[in-house]
């Protein structure tokens, strides 16, 4: 799953129907990433962009960071195995916080089931 955010909050998501996530893959988002930034900032370049992706290995082969070089991209590292929430992740915080506040759980299985999908 590929998730885009914009700086307004809005994002985009695509998934990916059962196919492997391989380097040609990745460069392939990366390009129609490229050039769906483009088309909506004509006449500007795509500098000031900030990836952030997980320590897949896709993202990690030295030819995607070579691609991410040639467009002027920056890349936001997130530690691997870090126990964190994932900076992409932080915006639920706010959602169950919302959901959460006021609420009281008489335990931490009461609590589990209420969060569950």
């Known amino acids: 799953m590929t998730e885009i955010f914009q700086p307004k909050g809005k994002r985009k998501i695509s998934r990916t129907n059962k196919c492997m996530i391989n380097v ?3 460069h392939a ?5 490229q050039r769906a930034i483009q ?10 962009i900030v990836l952030l992706h997980d ?3 896709p993202y990690n082969d030295a030819a995607t960071q070579e691609l991410l070089d040639r467009f002027g991209w920056e890349i936001f590292y997130y ?10 992740d ?3 915080s706010l959602k169950l ?8 759980f008489e335990s931490d299985e ?3 089931n209420a969060v569950k999908p």
């Open 24 to 26: 040609n893959h990745c």
């Open 110 to 112: 009461d609590l589990e």
């Open 90 to 92: 932080f915006y639920l």
């Open 79 to 88: 530690p691997p195995y870090s126990s964190d929430l994932a900076p992409s």
């Open 39 to 48: 088309n909506r900032r004509r006449g500007m370049f795509s500098v000031g």
């Open 55 to 57: 320590n897949a290995r």
């Open 29 to 33: 988002t990366l390009r129609k990433l």
């Open 97 to 104: 916080k919302v959901f959460l506040g006021g609420k009281r």
